[in-house]
């Protein structure tokens, strides 16, 4: 595994976890460092970190702040 890959994993206790939990990971990484942006997007999937995820969940406190206006009138 590239020195680089391993300070990032080192510096992002999210990405350590997702490694440890799975860690086929490992074999993939030590194959081939271009395998670092597959991880990468396998880990913001699980821990839903995507923008989309942000912009999602946003909305959802918009929605829910706006439920409780309505009902507070």
Known sequence: MEQII???????????GFLKQNSNWFKELNR??????????AMKEKYHVKMTDKISDAMDNIDLISSVLDVLK
Do not use: G, P
């Not at 391993?6 to 350590?16: P, Y």
């Not at 081939?32 to 997007?41: G, I, L, M, P, Q």
């Open 6 to 16: 391993q300070e990032n994993l080192a510096k992002d206790t999210k990405m350590a």
């Open 32 to 41: 081939d460092s271009n395998n670092y942006r597959k991880f990468t997007a």
